[in-house]
């Protein structure tokens, strides 16, 4: 039997210290807390052959593992579609130094930043394409990135089923006759010859340390991360999976659910100020979560 080769291709260690999301930004809080050494022992154990880490415009913390085996440089780049602002994240993998400074000049034109990956064939995919994160992604924008990129993340650890499945089926519904007709729409050259037929990767866009390796992304091509990243680069048909089905917000949907129903807990705080009630619910989920993801983590490593 073949080997298989194993990368979760998306995920972020504590120097993803800059959140997107304001009330983190006003609070001074990182988006992540996890250290690059145990993201590095967490995804061994979960038995990845090669391990990266993609923080937001920063390779510090895949820098701070360089050394480790199986171990490539990555990072999740802001870019910008410079007609309307709409923003978007592109995974580049296996970066130079060099090469990310440069990246880092690029990132308020995306058609300057793609031209520059394909130059240098840097591999790159797009991460959760269909997240709107500045509430200006539209149907031309998705568009274009058909037309500008080779290989979209199909499979984010971090995301609904639902969403999954709207980019996966978006992907593959594509042919030659319904691809044709895009390019003079938006007078974008296609970024190959076979543009239509898209490379899909998967990655667990772990931010918390409890999410590592739950999405990732599988090939039979890797002796070497060269061989690897090729499989990706040649659009070879990704294979992904994941331990859990059922992502964050669903958990957290399913949790909230259950919290409403607890007529327990809502006699017991009935009675406090509005600020006390929202610490408490909180505090509550953020408890539930911890308990129900170390549980699993636990199931997963033994």
Known sequence: ????????????????????????RKLNCPESFTSPRFIYNTARKMSMDYVTITDHNTIAGALEIAHMPGVFISAEVTAYFPENGCKIHVIVLDVSESSFRELMTLGKNVYELVAYLQREGIVHFVSHPLYDMNEKLTVDVIEKMLLMFDVFEVKNGARAEQFNSLI???????????????????????CSVTSWH??????????????????????????????????????????????DDRSFEEILDREAKRLVNDMSFLNSINSEDRNRRIFRVTSYLASRMIYVYTNQRDGFIR
Request: aromatic share 10%.
């Open 198 to 243: 898209k490379a899909t990767v998967g990655g667990s866009d772990d931010h918390s340390g409890f999410f590592i390796a739950r999405a990732y992304t599988v090939t039979r091509k890797g002796r070497t991360l060269g061989d690897f990243l090729a499989s990706i680069r040649e659009n070879i048909p990704e294979m992904y999976d994941s331990y």
């Open 1 to 24: 039997m073949k080997q298989l080769y194993r990368s979760d291709l998306h995920v972020h260690s504590n120097f993803s210290n800059k959140s997107s999301i304001w009330a983190m």
């Open 168 to 190: 996966s089926s978006v992907v593959s519904s594509l042919d030659p006759d319904s691809y044709e007709r895009l390019p003079d729409r938006h007078d974008i050259s296609p």
